[in-house]
C-alpha cells in the first residue's frame, strides 16, 4: 500500500519551525533575565553593566602567575562610588569561569586598592584615573572604566559607554596585551577601538 508522506512531511517542517520560534524566544528570555538580575522586567544600566563584567571575564585569558592556585577566584574591583548596589554579587553568585568562582571588592574613601583581576573605575574616581593607571603598571589587571572621557586613550582597556541608549564599549587592545592578557576574538569583534595615541603609530 502506497503511503503518502508529503502531508506528515508538511506537518513535520511546520513542528519545526514552530520549535525555533519558541527556542529563540525562549533564549532571548534567558539573556533578558540574566542581564535583569533574575527578573522578566527591563534591566537598568547597571544591571547590564553588571552582566557586561561577568562576560569580560569569561572572555578574557590572564597569565598562570595572576593566581596563587588552579581554582583561586577571579577577583572584581569596584573603584570609587558603586553604581551597582547589589546587582554584581546577584549577577556572578553561584558562576564559575574555568573553575575558579568570583568575588566582589569594593575600594572606596580614597582607601588603597588591593590587587584584582579587573577594576572597575567608578565616574567619581575619574580624576583620580591617572595615579591608578601608574600604580598598575606591571599588574595583569584588566581595567574597565564607566564612560570616562579618553579612558582607552589614556591607557585603560574597556570603557562602556552609553550610545543610542544601549551600553557599548570600546577596547584598547594593545593596553591588554602589555598587561600580559589576552582578550577573546569574540569580544574584540563587539567592541570599538579605541587605541591610545602610542598604539596608533
Known amino acids: ?12 517542517s511546520r513542528a519545526l519551525i514552530f520549535m525555533r520560534r519558541v527556542l529563540g524566544s ?4 534567558l539573556i533578558l533575565i540574566e542581564a535583569s538580575g533574575g527578573t522578566a522586567l527591563q534591566p537598568t544600566e547597571y544591571q547590564i553593566k553588571a552582566v557586561f563584567l561577568y562576560n569580560f571575564a569569561k572572555f578574557t585569558e590572564w597569565p598562570e602567575s595572576a593566581f596563587p ?4 577566584p577571579i577577583c572584581i574591583g569596584v573603584l570609587g562610588d558603586d553604581p551597582f548596589d547589589d546587582n554584581l554579587e546577584l ?3 553561584g558562576k564559575q569561569i574555568n573553575n575558579r ?3 566582589i571588592k569594593r ?10 583581576h579587573i577594576l572597575f573605575v567608578s565616574r567619581s574616581d575619574k580624576r583620580e584615573w591617572p595615579r591608578v593607571l601608574e600604580t598598575l603598571r606591571g599588574s595583569a589587571t584588566l581595567t ?3 564612560g570616562l572621557d579618553q579612558f582607552c586613550q589614556q591607557g585603560g582597556m574597556i570603557n562602556l559607554i552609553m550610545a543610542e541608549k544601549k551600553v557599548r564599549f570600546e577596547i584598547n587592545q594593545r593596553s591588554a596585551e602589555s598587561a600580559g ?5 569574540r569580544l574584540l569583534k563587539l567592541g570599538v577601538a579605541g587605541e591610545s595615541p602610542r598604539g596608533r603609530e
Open 144 to 146: 574597565v572604566g564607566d
Open 107 to 116: 575600594f572606596t574613601g580614597g582607601r588603597r586598592f588591593e590587587p584584582c
Open 69 to 72: 592556585t588552579a581554582t583561586s
Open 26 to 29: 525562549f533564549v532571548a528570555l
Open 101 to 103: 568562582p568570583l568575588i
Open 181 to 185: 592578557l589576552k582578550i577573546s576574538s
Open 1 to 12: 500500500m502506497d503511503v503518502d508522506l508529503s502531508g506528515a512531511r508538511r506537518v513535520c
Open 91 to 93: 549577577t556572578v553568585a
